[in-house]
């Protein structure tokens, strides 16, 4: 199983990104596919989880209502589509995957991308 993630950027404040993960080696329709971030000295921060296909989708309070995860299963992609983006958004962001139901904790996910930076500025 790889992952490939994608899209990150310089961005101002208000703006929006969109990050991609190519996923790879399986079909993923039934795993979970999230999103975390981190910046440094930090602990990893869950963001958003898709639990399968078709299926719920979790997002942290802070993202709630202004990021997106959707996946693409004839692409084996997971993206996620991020608006009104604020400083405080800015860290390296990690898609994820793990066939059980892992959803916040990162410690249970099996599978990583390489990581992509996403910087807001004010």
């Known amino acids: 199983v790889q992952l490939q993630a994608s899209g990150g950027g310089l961005v101002q404040a208000g703006g929006s990104l969109r990050l991609s993960c190519a996923a790879s080696g399986r079909t993923f329709s039934m795993w979970t596919l999230g999103w975390f971030r981190q910046v440094p000295g930090k602990e990893r921060e869950f963001v958003a989880a898709s639990i399968w296909s078709g299926g719920p989708t979790y997002y942290a309070d802070s993202v709630k209502g202004r990021f997106t995860i959707s996946r693409d299963n004839a692409k084996n992609t997971v993206q996620l589509q991020m608006n009104s983006l604020k400083p405080e958004d800015t860290a390296v962001y990690y898609c994820?995957?793990?066939?059980?139901?892992?959803?916040?904790?990162?410690?249970?996910?099996?599978?990583w991308g390489q990581g992509t930076l996403v910087t807001v500025s004010s």
């Open positions: 994820a995957a793990d066939p059980r139901s892992s959803y916040p904790n990162y410690r249970l996910y099996g599978y």
